[in-house]
């Protein structure tokens, strides 16, 4: 129930937020039974549970979580125009294996979603507990990746072993470029 809750106030909420319209009751309606509609459909595809209505993170995420990322985002940024605007790009192209220390799916998807909202990473694979992740620039992703993105992730869901000790550098594992494309 609390899930479905959950989203429901997420479908108001971002239905007035994109619509604008506060003051028409008849649009206000539609709004509204739009809503119930598209909550109604989800249950019946037994598709509202923890993991497609997060509830039990709370405004975690929102709060805490989501600046940091945009940060990180515009950083990144920054950094891959560098690369590609610079005469002699360098690249340093490779997969690598991020072990992914979090104890719930919703929070290894999370993290996985986060590398690759991240400009110049990608998420290729996630199984289990690793991350296969091609990066743009390999010293960069190493750092960032299995660091404090991860810890970040890890208090996001409150996690007990969030702890600097198991969430260090060492833990990155690289792996051969299979792209087919040399080094850069």
């Given at each position: 129930m609390k899930y479905a809750l959950t989203l429901l106030v997420a479908l108001v909420a971002n239905w007035l937020l994109w619509s604008g319209h506060f003051d028409n009751p008849f649009l206000i309606g539609?709004?509204?039974?739009s809503?119930?509609?598209?909550?109604w459909l989800s249950s019946r595809m037994k598709i509202v549970d923890e993991e497609g209505a997060p509830a039990h993170l709370g405004l975690?995420?929102?709060l805490l979580y989501a600046p940091w990322l945009a940060k990180e985002i515009v950083t990144s940024n920054i950094n891959v125009a560098r690369i590609i605007l610079s005469p002699v790009m360098p690249l340093r192209?490779?997969?690598?294996?991020?072990?992914?220390?979090?104890?719930?799916?919703?929070?290894?998807?999370?993290?996985?979603?986060?590398?690759?909202?991240?400009?110049?990473?990608?998420?290729?694979?996630?199984?289990?507990?690793?991350?296969?992740v091609h990066g743009l620039s390999l010293d960069e992703s190493a750092?960032?990746?299995?660091?404090?993105?991860?810890?970040?992730?890890?208090r996001l869901e409150r996690c007990?072993?969030?702890a600097a000790n198991e969430c260090d550098d060492d833990s990155v594992e690289s792996q051969p470029n299979t792209s087919g494309q040399g080094e850069s």
């Open positions: 539609l709004g509204a039974a809503c119930l509609f598209c909550l975690r995420p929102f192209r490779n997969l690598i294996l991020v072990p992914a220390k979090q104890k719930s799916e919703i929070g290894r998807v999370i993290f996985a979603n986060s590398i690759t909202l991240t400009p110049g990473t990608v998420s290729v694979r996630l199984e289990g507990n690793n991350i296969l750092d960032d990746m299995a660091g404090e993105m991860g810890e970040r992730v890890c007990e072993n969030a």
